[in-house]
Every structure is written in structure tokens, then in C-alpha cells.
């Protein structure tokens, strides 16, 4: 009866006796493996945490997007640019956005059309035209930049003074969002071109 629990009482202390003296090595290679298996930092694993209160405040800094969406002047721009297939990229994209105000629209009723069957190519060319890459900042805009459909257009003054991109002027009040540049206009910087 003794050989068969012998097996049953030794196991126990052999064990004990086994993790004892390999447990530095095993805290050692513990350590070493967790360094390395630590998550590498990636751009969304550093977002920001938003509020409500700041997604839905009246021109909303957290991007150009949500800047779009919560402006009570740019509800023509936001349903042209959340039909479009780029709708993602302007909100994320650290690019800057000449976003027209309303009144730019309802000097034209024929904008509606673009958002008609048939037409999403024209309707993303227009809004690849009010998106501008390279622009660093709200300090320096006047220059030549490129917009996203590949077009080089420049920012400049105009005979009156006023800073112009295509047929839209800047309103004078950029405003700098944690992805990109939005840069409120009156006018359209490309006209639309139907298909």
C-alpha cells in the first residue's frame, strides 16, 4: 500500500524542490520575453479619447470631419463629402480642407445633381479638389500646393487682397483640428465638372 501512495507523496516535494531552483532563471527568461512581447505603439493606440461634448460642439476641433459635420455653415459641403468615397480620408487624413460654406451653394441650385446616380465621379473629383496636401499650417498659406486629384492649384492674393484658391476666397478664419487644416471659403475652388 506504501509503494502505490509513495509515488502520490514524493511528486508533490519533487516538484516544489524542481520550481525552487530554476525560479530565478524562470523570472529572468519571464522578464526577457515580456520586454520583447511588448505591444509595439502604433498611431491608434495613441488616439485620443474624445467626449461627446467634444465630437459634437459647434465646429469641433477633433477633425476636419467632424468639423464639417458640426458647423451649422457647411451642411451642403458635409452631404457632398459624406456621399463621396474620400469621406474617410477627410476625416483623418492631416491634409487641409477648403470647406465651402453653405452660401456657396445656394447661389447654385445645380450642385444637387452631382449627387445623383451616375455621378460619383464627378462628385469625388469636386471634393478631391477642396483637399490640399502640403499645407503645414494656418500661418503660411499662400504658396502652390497639390490637390488630391493630383492637380497643382495655388493659394494667392487676389487684386482686392484677399487670399483665393481657384474661384474660393478664404474667410480668413483657418481653423487647426487634431487631423488637419480646415479652411473655411465662400466659392467653390474647382467648379463642377458633370460627367
Given at each position: 500500500m506504501i509503494s502505490r501512495l509513495f509515488p502520490l507523496i514524493a511528486l508533490p516535494f519533487l516538484l516544489a524542490s524542481c520550481s525552487g531552483d530554476s525560479a530565478p532563471q524562470e523570472s529572468a527568461q519571464q522578464e526577457e520575453s515580456a520586454s520583447i512581447e511588448k505591444p509595439k505603439t502604433t498611431a491608434s493606440s495613441k488616439?485620443?479619447?474624445?467626449?461627446?461634448?467634444?465630437?459634437?460642439?459647434?465646429?469641433?476641433?477633433?477633425?476636419?470631419?467632424?468639423?464639417?459635420?458640426?458647423?451649422?455653415?457647411?451642411?451642403?459641403?458635409?452631404?457632398?463629402?459624406?456621399?463621396?468615397?474620400?469621406?474617410?480620408?477627410?476625416?483623418?487624413?492631416?491634409?487641409?480642407?477648403?470647406?465651402?460654406?453653405?452660401?456657396?451653394?445656394?447661389?447654385?441650385?445645380?450642385?444637387?445633381?452631382?449627387?445623383?446616380?451616375?455621378?460619383?465621379?464627378?462628385?469625388?473629383?469636386?471634393?478631391?479638389?477642396?483637399?490640399?496636401?502640403?499645407?503645414?499650417?494656418?500661418?503660411?498659406?499662400?504658396?502652390?500646393?497639390?490637390?488630391?486629384?493630383?492637380?497643382?492649384?495655388?493659394?494667392?492674393k487676389n487684386d482686392k487682397g484677399e487670399l483665393v484658391c481657384g474661384g474660393a476666397r478664404l474667410m480668413g478664419r483657418e481653423v487647426e483640428t487634431d487631423g488637419g487644416l480646415v479652411i473655411p471659403v465662400i466659392g467653390m475652388a474647382e467648379d463642377i465638372q458633370w460627367n
Open positions: 488616439r485620443k479619447s474624445y467626449t461627446a461634448e467634444e465630437l459634437n460642439a459647434p465646429y469641433s476641433t477633433v477633425s476636419p470631419w467632424r468639423y464639417i459635420v458640426t458647423s451649422p455653415e457647411t451642411q451642403y459641403f458635409e452631404r457632398l463629402v459624406g456621399k463621396s468615397t474620400i469621406a474617410r480620408t477627410v476625416h483623418g487624413s492631416g491634409h487641409a480642407i477648403l470647406v465651402p460654406q453653405d452660401e456657396s451653394f445656394t447661389q447654385n441650385a445645380d450642385w444637387k445633381g452631382i449627387l445623383e446616380e451616375g455621378q460619383e465621379e464627378a462628385l469625388d473629383r469636386f471634393v478631391k479638389a477642396h483637399v490640399i496636401i502640403g499645407i503645414e499650417g494656418p500661418k503660411m498659406l499662400e504658396g502652390i500646393y497639390e490637390n488630391l486629384n493630383g492637380a497643382m492649384v495655388s493659394i494667392e
